[in-house]
């Protein structure tokens, strides 16, 4: 088993940053890709950023260049870097690992961008 927690969310003016974390407890030796995958009301949920525990990642065309993923295998954490926030980034933000075939998700948290 596999717990996520995030952290970092909230309100945010366009054109801010926020960064948001996500700490991982429970089986963390077994975990591979970890990830983060954001809902907007109305829509289905979709892939923001990818990373395999060897530091590869992979980031959706539309937050390329503005957003950042990272991984810090010492303390079991995945951070999602965000800057030049839009209206468009308002979403709940959900953190994701796979573990043995499994998938893991956090509670989410909520980023609204909003003047």
């Known amino acids: 088993q596999v717990q996520l927690v995030e952290s970092g969310g909230g309100l945010v003016q366009p054109g801010g940053s926020l960064r948001l974390s996500c700490a991982a407890s429970?089986?963390?030796?077994?975990?591979?890709?970890m990830g983060w995958y954001r809902q907007a009301p109305g829509k289905e949920r979709e892939v923001v950023a990818r990373i395999t525990n060897g530091g590869d990642t992979n980031v959706a065309d539309s937050v390329e260049g503005r957003f950042t993923i990272v991984r810090d295998n010492s303390n079991n954490t995945v951070y999602l870097q965000m800057n030049n926030l839009q209206p468009e980034d308002t979403a709940v933000y959900y953190c994701?690992?796979?573990?043995?075939?499994?998938?893991?998700w956090g509670k989410g948290t909520l980023i609204t961008v909003s003047s």
């Open positions: 994701h690992a796979v573990s043995r075939g499994m998938v893991y």
């Open positions: 429970g089986s963390i030796s077994s975990i591979g890709r």
